[in-house]
C-alpha cells in the first residue's frame, strides 16, 4: 500500500491532499486568516453564564462568542482558574505543578454559575472551529498533543489508546510513561508510540512542557482575549497526527515548506527523510498526480463508483444522506442478492473516502440496497468497519436496519470541505450551470466499458465539438487511452447541434444505442 502527502502552496494558502494507492482520500486547507485552529489555546474572558443552558458564553476575539459548557470545563477547574491568575498577575513565577497546590474537584454534575463568573480570565482550549454560523466550541481542560503522547496539565492519569489492543504492550507503555511523568501532568499515550522507547517518549515529552512553558511566561502580559499557544502550522501537524511508517512519499511544491517538512520528518523518522521530495515541474503538482481531476469528480452531488454504480450525497439541515445505487452495470452476479452484496460492498469503501475527503460530520444516514440475508447485512456492517479504522474523526456506526439503513455519527470539529465543481454553462443563460467536463468524460467512459462488454464490433460517438477535442487533441489522447485498453477504435465525430452535455453512441449501422 503506497501513502503519498502532496503538498501545494500559495500565497494565500497551502492545500494537503493524502493518496492511499493513488486514490485522494483525504484534502485539508491551512489558510493565513484561520485564527481559531482546533488546539489552540486562549486567554478569555467569560462574558455570561447562562443557568438554563449551564454554560457560559466566553469571548475567545471571534465574531460570536464561544461556548463553555459545564461537562467542557474538567474537574481540576479550580485550580486552573488559581494558576491562572497567579501567573497573571506575576505571583507565580515556577510553572512546572511540582508544588503547586491543587484544589478540590468541581461536581460531576454542578451548575455553572456556583463556579464561574462574568468577567473571570480563563485558560480555554479551541475543540470545534467556528461552524456556519456557531461560534467555536472550547473547553477549559487542557491538552497539549505530541508525536507519541499528549500532556495533560492538572491531571494524575496516565492512560494508553484503545487502538493498542496487546496487553503487554500496553503495561510496558504505561510503565515507561509513569516513570517520566512529572508532578501535576497527566498523560495519554498515542496509538503511534507502540514498540517506541524510553528515550524518544522522555524526547517527546520534553517537547511538550517546553511548549507549555512558553505558553505560560505570555500570560503576563497577555491581553483579553489573545491566542497564547498555537497549534503547530498545519503540515507539521498532519505529520504528527497521520505519519507512520507505511508513507512512500511526500512531495512538496514549496522550497521554504519543503526544507520545513524536511527538518521535522528528519526529527520525528530520520530513516524516512529520503522521501521528502521538492517538486519543480511547470506542470502543477495537483495536476501531476491526478487529484485535480480526482477533486473535480468526488464533490459533487453524484459519485461514480466501479461497475457503473454510483452514490448520491444530499446534505438536509439536520444530517447528510445517502443514497447507494447499482446504475446500469451488467449483472452477471448469481442472483439479485450477490449483485446487492457486491455494490454495497464498493458503495462502503467509497463511502469512507467520501466522510475522510468532505469531512461530512453530525448525523450520515446511508440507504444501502436492500439484502434479505443477515449474514450478508453483517458483512456489510463488519467491511464498513474495516473501512472506517483509518478515519481520525471519533466515529459510530450503527448496525443495518430492517429497511437496509445504517445511521453513523462522526466528529465535526471543522467546517464541512465543499469544493464547487459545477462550471457555468456554455449553452445555457440566467446563470445555469452544468457539471465539469471531466465528470461528463467519466460518464462517457462508463458507457463505452458496458457496451464493450457487450461485444459491440464498432462504435460511434457522437459528441459536442467542445467534448469532442477534449477526447481527440493531446497524446497520449483519451481516444489512444480507450484503443490501448479495450483494442477497439471508436470513432468521434462532432455535432455542432449537441448541447454541451449531450452525447449518443451510434452501431456499425449507425443507429442510435439506447
Request: with cysteine; glycine share 6%.
Amino acid at each position: 500500500m503506497d501513502k503519498e502527502l502532496i503538498i501545494r502552496s500559495s500565497s494565500e494558502h497551502v492545500d494537503f491532499a493524502l493518496l492511499k494507492d493513488g486514490k485522494l482520500i483525504e484534502l485539508q486547507k491551512d489558510e493565513d486568516d484561520n485564527n481559531f485552529s482546533v488546539g489552540d489555546v486562549f486567554i478569555a474572558k467569560i462574558r455570561k453564564a447562562v443557568p438554563g443552558l449551564n454554560a457560559a458564553f466566553v469571548n475567545v476575539g471571534y465574531e460570536k462568542d464561544a461556548f463553555l459548557h459545564y461537562h467542557d470545563l474538567g474537574p481540576k477547574l479550580p485550580s486552573l482558574l488559581k494558576f491562572t491568575k497567579r501567573v497573571s498577575t506575576g505571583k507565580l513565577k515556577d510553572f512546572s505543578l511540582k508544588n503547586f497546590p491543587f484544589e478540590k474537584d468541581i461536581e460531576k454534575d454542578g451548575k455553572i454559575v456556583d463556579v464561574l463568573k462574568s468577567n473571570q480570565s480563563l485558560l480555554v482550549q479551541i475543540v470545534k472551529e467556528p461552524i456556519s454560523t456557531k461560534g467555536p466550541r472550547i473547553s477549559s481542560e487542557l491538552s497539549i498533543a505530541g508525536r507519541y503522547i499528549v500532556l495533560v496539565p492538572f491531571s494524575s492519569r496516565i492512560s494508553i489508546s484503545q487502538k493498542i489492543e496487546d496487553r503487554e504492550e500496553k503495561d510496558r507503555l504505561k510503565r515507561l510513561v509513569k516513570s517520566i511523568t512529572p508532578q501535576g501532568f497527566g498523560i495519554i499515550v498515542r496509538t503511534v508510540a507502540q514498540g517506541k522507547k524510553v528515550a524518544e517518549l522522555d524526547k517527546d515529552l520534553q517537547n511538550l512542557l517546553s511548549r507549555w512553558t512558553a505558553m505560560c511566561k505570555k500570560l503576563h502580559k497577555a491581553h483579553h482575549p489573545s491566542k497564547v499557544l498555537g497549534e503547530m502550522n498545519k503540515a507539521s501537524s498532519i505529520l504528527r497526527d497521520i505519519f507512520n511508517d507505511t508513507f512512500t512519499g511526500i512531495t512538496v511544491d514549496d522550497e521554504e515548506l519543503y526544507y520545513q517538512i524536511k527538518d521535522y520528518v528528519q526529527e520525528i523518522a530520520p530513516k524516512k527523510e529520503s522521501i521528502v521530495k521538492l517538486y519543480q515541474s511547470k506542470v502543477p503538482i495537483f495536476e501531476k498526480f491526478g487529484i485535480e481531476r480526482q477533486i473535480k469528480t468526488s464533490f459533487g452531488k453524484t459519485v461514480s463508483m466501479a461497475k457503473g454504480a454510483y452514490l448520491v450525497i444530499e446534505h438536509t439541515e439536520a444530517l447528510h444522506v445517502i443514497d447507494v445505487n447499482s446504475g446500469n452495470r451488467s449483472n452477471k452476479a448469481n442472483n439479485q442478492e450477490d449483485t446487492a452484496l457486491e455494490v454495497n460492498l464498493i458503495a462502503a469503501t467509497e463511502m469512507a473516502r467520501q466522510l475522510r475527503l468532505r469531512d461530512m460530520g453530525g448525523i450520515i444516514v446511508v440507504d444501502f440496497i436492500d439484502m434479505t440475508s443477515s449474514e450478508n447485512r453483517q458483512k456489510l456492517f463488519n467491511h464498513l468497519r474495516d473501512e472506517m479504522k483509518d478515519d481520525r474523526a471519533k466515529h459510530k456506526i450503527l448496525p443495518p436496519s430492517k429497511f437496509g439503513l445504517i445511521q453513523i455519527t462522526r466528529q465535526r470539529v471543522r467546517p464541512e470541505m465543499n469544493i464547487k465543481t459545477r462550471e457555468e454553462n456554455p449553452n445555457g443563460i440566467n446563470g445555469s450551470e452544468v457539471e465539469a467536463p471531466i465528470g461528463l468524460v467519466q460518464k462517457i467512459n462508463h458507457d463505452l466499458e458496458r457496451l464493450l462488454k457487450k461485444d459491440y464490433k464498432k462504435l460511434t460517438l457522437n459528441t459536442h465539438p467542445f467534448i469532442a477535442a477534449f477526447l481527440t487533441k493531446g497524446f497520449p489522447s483519451i481516444r489512444s487511452k480507450w484503443f490501448l485498453e479495450h483494442k477497439k477504435w471508436v470513432k468521434i465525430l462532432p455535432r455542432d447541434a449537441y448541447t454541451y452535455l449531450e452525447y449518443h453512441f451510434f452501431d456499425k449501422n449507425g443507429n442510435q444505442i439506447k
